[in-house]
């Protein structure tokens, strides 16, 4: 069974290329960056541990918390379920095609077989529209080909693998409530959230401290690596290529934030979008040294990196601050 009227073109991150596909069905029309900024996407961690072969920068919320949030501001049904039973996953997944609903589904990246790159990620999203006997029907993001497939038993490793960011063969739907709750009151609720969290960090890896505590770290990563011709290049391209829309997601951001100002007139936006577009081409910088640092071996280009991330770290602080003074929503 295939669903009708699916767009499978894919989009740019893969949660927020799910979410599109889901809320059009529902009759929804938001952009990505819309979608990423109400979902309080945005976030940074400096994440490494002995259990790491190399360090891990991230800039945005854990998997399934753009969902969460994104349905929690706008007023929309989520309906989510997970399972240990692969059988039951599957039952969850079709009995909401079969009901006319394109699934969310979180699943590990590595056992799709359209991926090339065969890097197990287990906060990977992908839209399931339709099945055969033995082929399940996906949405990825364009990157990685818009509308794939895969085998139905390729799919359910995928969904039960187990490990960092994974979940339970999660699957989920939206229904959309009529009317949706007020879009600009949304924004101004959503942005003052995520500067909130941004700020105010539980612990110092993460926010603008954890972009300082990455200054400081990657002067320390030709020793860190055993393999930095690899691990630098590698993580420079997940920083720019891996479904961020470039720069760390900075740039998706900065989208929001223009997308936000055609609907609320408020001098925060208007300060933090213009400093996200002098962020997000430092993050670029800062991926090209990693790169460089890794093919040469040269300590300086990490130095230099540093540099940059230290300079970063008081640059989002100054945009996150403006985004807290945003007014709130007058209901």
């Known amino acids: 069974m295939i669903l009708d009227g699916i767009d499978t073109a894919g989009g740019e ?3 927020t290329s799910t979410l599109r596909i889901l809320l ?4 929804i029309e938001l952009s990505e960056p819309m979608l990423f900024g109400l ?22 919320s854990k998997p399934f918390e753009i969902t969460r949030k994104l349905s929690d501001r706008l007023g929309i049904t989520l309906r989510a379920k997970e399972t240990t039973s692969a059988r039951t996953a599957w039952q969850n997944a079709a009995e909401e095609i079969e009901a006319g609903f394109p699934v969310g589904l979180q699943l590990d990246s590595y056992h799709l077989e359209y991926f090339t790159s065969k890097v197990h990620f287990g906060g990977h999203f992908t839209a399931l529209y339709g099945y055969d006997k033995g082929t399940a029907f996906l949405v990825d993001t364009a990157q990685q080909g818009g509308a794939v497939s895969t085998s139905l038993e390729s799919l359910e490793r995928a969904r039960g693998q187990k490990g960092p960011m994974t979940a339970k063969n999660r699957s989920f739907t939206l229904r959309a409530q009529v009317p949706l709750k007020s879009l600009p009151d ?43 011709a690899r691990d630098l290049p590698r993580l420079a391209a997940l920083m720019e290529r891996a479904g961020t829309g470039g720069a760390l997601f900075r740039r998706i951001y900065r989208e929001f934030l223009e997308e936000c100002m055609a609907l609320v007139d408020d001098i925060g936006l208007r300060t933090a979008h213009e400093k996200y577009g002098e962020i997000a081409p430092l993050w670029t910088e800062v991926a090209h040294l990693f790169t460089r640092a890794g093919e040469t071996g040269d300590a300086r280009y990490l130095s230099d990196a540093s540099v940059v991330l230290s300079e970063l770290a008081r640059c989002e602080q100054e945009a996150m601050t403006a985004l807290a003074k945003v007014q709130p929503c007058r209901s």
């Not at 059009?24 to 009759?27: C, F, L, S, T």
């Not at 959503?190 to 400081?216: H, S």
């Open 13 to 15: 991150h893969c949660e």
């Open 24 to 27: 059009r069905h529902a009759g």
């Open 39 to 60: 979902g309080e996407g945005l976030g940074f961690i400096y994440w490494d541990g002995k259990n790491l072969p190399f360090p891990f920068l991230g800039g945005r």
């Open 186 to 228: 949304v924004i101004r609720a959503a942005v003052r959230a995520n500067a909130a969290e941004f700020l105010d960090p539980p612990i110092g890896n993460l926010g603008y401290r954890g972009i300082g505590k990455a200054a400081v770290q990657v002067r320390k990563w030709l020793d860190r690596s055993s393999d930095p």
